[in-house]
């Protein structure tokens, strides 16, 4: 190819590539809107093909789209908390079943292992834009934050049991000691029964499973036990007995529970009679040696 020939080709190119346009705004356009076309070229290589171009900058008026509402997606929803604290589930429920709410798909941060007061934040999986095109409709919000409540849970420490309910465990806790004592009561007798104190202890793993309970909690009391058999087995001794209660549940009326079932002294003392030992520790400390992760007094 000769020289003028390949300089031709190129100022075609240059005249070709020069050739443009550009819009004011080409987005979140509405009808009844206008859009300014404005054209850029280059005269001077056109010039070797004997034209010119001529074009001002054109206006355009919207028209023709298709009218785009604004919906809430989370208007046709609720978030349902099941289960006891910590051990809350999540789930999306809709409350709305017409086309565009049924078809509104929603992604949860998190949906299982949550405890009272956690925050799940819901949000919508649809992409907007596809949306708009397929309803008409144009989301206000895509995420949401709800917060566990108003659900039942296990009472996660000591301050949070109420007087009744610290009443009945107490009460409960005398009970087994005199039943214990009143079936051995040829050979032992207890006085000055004292309470001392608790001892909670919650559940290291709130996710896992707990053969002891979600949560635990120790009624301390203690007592003079001394030997009534005609020769005395053992000195007149200060005994702490430890009844556990498990499983202390708060409902979501603020009412609370806890089984009173299968309670009775943990330990065994050295103070032994007719081939037995007492119940109980006469270490005050040895009854707090547990796995736990929090205990208080």
Request: proline fraction near 2%; include cysteine; charged fraction near 25%.
């Amino acid at each position: 190819m000769s020289e003028g020939a390949n300089n031709l080709l190129s100022y075609y190119y240059d005249m070709i590539n020069s050739l443009d346009y550009s819009l004011d705004k080409n987005s979140e356009l509405s009808n009844g809107d206008t859009v300014t076309v404005s054209f850029e070229f280059d005269n001077e290589a056109a010039a070797k093909f004997k034209i010119e171009y001529v074009g001002e900058p054109t206006e355009y008026t919207v028209e023709g789209l298709k009218e785009v509402k604004k919906i809430d997606p989370f208007d046709g929803i609720r978030v349902d908390f099941t289960g006891t604290s910590p051990n809350i589930s999540a789930e999306v429920v809709k409350t709305k079943t017409d086309d565009v709410y049924s078809n509104i798909y929603f992604d949860l941060s998190k949906s299982y292992g949550i405890k009272v007061g956690d925050t799940v934040t819901v949000t919508v999986s649809n992409n907007p834009e596809y949306f708009v095109e397929d309803y008409g409709y144009a989301f206000t919000a895509t995420s949401k934050d709800y917060t566990c409540s108003d659900v039942d849970k296990y009472i996660d420490k000591a301050a949070d049991i109420s007087d009744d309910t610290m009443s009945t465990m107490k009460k409960q806790t005398e009970d087994v000691i005199n039943s214990y004592f009143a079936g051995e009561n040829k050979y032992i007798g207890v006085s000055d029964l004292k309470f001392e104190g608790t001892y909670f202890l919650y559940a290291k793993d709130e996710n896992g499973w707990n053969w002891d309970g979600n949560n635990q909690i120790y009624i301390i009391y203690s007592g003079k036990v001394k030997s009534v058999e005609d020769k005395k087995a053992f000195d007149e001794t200060t005994v702490y007995f430890p009844v556990r209660f498990k499983d202390i549940m708060q409902y979501a009326d603020g009412t609370q529970n806890v089984d009173l079932n299968n309670t009775s002294i943990s330990g065994e003392t050295n103070l032994e009679y007719y081939y037995r030992n007492v119940d109980g520790y006469t270490n005050k400390g040895r009854y707090v040696q547990r796995t736990c992760r929090v205990t208080e007094s």
